[in-house]
């Protein structure tokens, strides 16, 4: 088996028009509080103002325009309980598509209801999440449909279209701080920056209480590591070869917060930006305060990569739990 | 003194050139799970996604695009210690001004500093709203600056530009629900629907707790209240006859909704639209509730207008208090 490409700036660009087609540019706002507390000039990427909340609908959307006639037929399956199954049931419903998405037994029953409003089939499946994706794998290739996987290349080159936005906001950005999840956003970011300016640093962040994909990239080999962290966007068990390969070859550091940082980092967005932030989505902010020495005096941009908190969640997060 | 004309779609569409240089365009969104609760087709226009965070931003901006050269010399001059004073902060800075913004003594410390963080001088007089305001008038007359009150012309046009995006995402749209504070949202919004399409419905809501605005229009004539909401921006004790006569030639209805519901609104757009509203943005979604059996069937908008509630507001609101 050949290794896939990576995706290539021009394939970031191509992807604009299928992007623009259902979606706005988000902002990119300077926020003079937050600049204070870290101590340089701060902007932040509101990939939470999106429809479904998430950077991740501008892969799908990219995804579902490439789509053979015989897998529009049969449409699109994936297996997820976050913002991927969000995407990919936001992109079917666009194109005109159907979405099968699986979850395993006692997923949450709110994201079950988003993906669902959505129009989206979820099909209950299995006691864990690789029983659920293993299943809708075989399903996907028995009805002629197209699996998506979260890391695919069609789904770089979609959210990837989000750093050339800061780019055209912020020609002078210095540092991006990118939450890593699969790593699909990290790779677009990486791609998009190293090849217009390789100045640029980026910096792509963790939760401590699931490291897998840091312990990755740091050693050069996959590495499973243990998951507790309650940021399900950046809760990775088992890491993605694909995402790394790409983060290995351009990223320039990959740090770890604390869920206890990620949880004050939301208060503080709540503060300074009145936006709510899911905690992959103030990981980056969480990195920033860490980093406060390093980002002095460059110019940096947070991605904001989601705001899909629970208001159960905010109540403990507001608690300070 | 002759009236002041009443602004018309020509001067709004006029106006978006002044407002589109600095600012996005707001997104207008579906969501089903409000669709639900409210029992017809529920989209939220998005002005909280502006900078400063509320609808206002848009009309500071048309303003500062129509001064004289002397004006510009001396620069923006208002009292405020909400919206209106970022707006007209955000203004200035992009249109290289100074601002001088009064507040009455006491006036909240998070606020002030947002208008500072702005750029704005923030000067303290008076012991209330009153006594500040008619001090900085006299300062601006004596510096040949240009005080802004909060509801002429060129704020009302600048304003409306949001409903004419609204009109053009949506245009079949068929009721527009929108809070009033000073009542240019609501005369925006009047002025365009009712221009391009009259059968539109349009749909005042202030809090039953500060119901001079909505007084005033239901007898026809000025009425002062008493002001006892959380909700600043819909929080208006004496009324302004500029936007009374054209809500009295536009708008169909004005409601109140109880300050409890506000509150209930904020949690509900929370957990269905991961969006912090402040009490006047959530305000439109209240009504909706209230109004639930006459919207039924009809394609509805709801005005979320800001976004700026402060941290321990929003624990009192999802402590339920």
């Known amino acids: 088996m050949t290794e896939p490409s990576i995706p290539t700036l021009n394939d970031i660009i191509a992807a604009r028009r299928h992007v623009y087609r259902y979606l706005p540019r988000t902002p990119l ?10 101590g340089t000039e701060i902007w932040v990427k509101h990939e939470n103002h999106l429809p479904v909340g998430a950077f991740k609908v501008r892969g799908g959307l990219n995804l579902a325009a490439h ?12 297996a997820s309980t976050g913002n991927h199954g969000q995407s990919i049931a936001f992109a079917a419903r666009v194109h005109g598509l159907k979405a099968t998405i699986a979850v395993p037994e006692g997923a949450n029953p709110g994201k079950v209801a988003a993906m669902q409003n959505l129009g989206a089939e979820v099909v209950v499946h299995g006691k864990d999440f690789d029983t659920a994706r293993e299943w809708i794998m075989a399903e996907a290739e ?18 990837g279209t989000y ?13 991006i701080i990118v939450p890593v999840g699969a790593g699909s956003g990290a790779c677009g970011v990486c791609i998009v920056a190293k090849t217009i300016n390789p100045r640029i640093e980026v910096i792509a962040v963790q939760s401590a209480q699931a490291p897998a994909m840091q312990l990755s990239w740091k050693s050069g080999r996959l590495v499973t590591a243990e998951m507790n962290t309650f940021a399900e966007g950046v809760a990775t068990r088992v ?5 790394q390969r790409i ?48 980002l002095a005096g460059k110019k940096t941009v947070l991605v904001l990569s989601g705001g899909n908190l629970s208001l159960a969640r905010l ?3 507001l608690d300070g739990e």
Request: aromatic share 6%.
């Open 29 to 38: 706002y300077h926020y003079r509080g937050l600049s204070d507390l870290v």
């Open 239 to 243: 890491p993605f070869e694909n995402t």
């Open 142 to 159: 028995a009805r002629g449909g197209r699996f998506v996987g979260p890391t695919e290349e069609r789904l770089i080159e979609g959210v």
């Open 247 to 294: 983060m290995r070859r351009y990223l320039d550091d990959f740090v770890l917060v604390d869920d206890r940082d990620i949880k004050s980092a939301i208060r503080l967005l709540l503060e300074h930006t009145h936006n709510l932030a899911e905690g992959a989505g103030a990981a980056s902010l969480a990195a920033a305060l860490q980093l406060r020495e390093r």
């Open 315 to 317: 109540k403990e997060v």
């Open 67 to 78: 789509l053979s006639p015989e897998e529009r037929r049969a449409g699109l399956f994936t």
């Open 163 to 175: 750093a050339l936005e800061i780019l055209e906001d912020l020609p002078d950005v210095q540092t």
